[in-house]
């Protein structure tokens, strides 16, 4: 299996969401792609690391990326932002900073290979 099946899969998978969005119920929910496509999207960053690399520093990235949650909760939380206003953004961030690492793996990936 090539490494880049991840992502192209990833891709793929979004750009269904964001059909289902537009065109079915789903735009009646509060949710948005980017609230629906966080974990997948590390779980995709997982695989094409792994695969394009050899190796996954996920978790590291993500421990990184927690870390830097907990000090953003504790800046923006005491300029009066509402705790469950600031977890949804930050779920979003999430997914928005997973496909960022997939962009970056992807791009190495290619050097690579």
């Known amino acids: 299996m090539q490494w880049w099946y991840w992502p192209l899969g990833g891709l793929l998978f979004c750009l269904i969401l964001i059909g289902a969005n537009q065109w079915t119920a789903m735009k009646k929910l509060r949710l948005h792609v980017l609230d629906i496509i966080t ?25 990184f990326w927690f870390a830097f949650g907990a000090i953003l909760a504790w800046f923006l939380l005491q300029k009066n932002w509402d705790w469950r206003h600031f977890w949804h953004r930050y779920w979003q961030w999430s997914g928005l900073f997973g496909i960022a690492v997939i962009i970056v793996v992807m791009i190495l990936g290619f050097i690579n290979h």
């Open 39 to 63: 974990l997948p999207v590390w779980v995709i960053a997982h695989y094409t690391m792994g695969y394009a690399l050899g190796v996954s520093y996920i978790e590291w990235i993500l421990l």
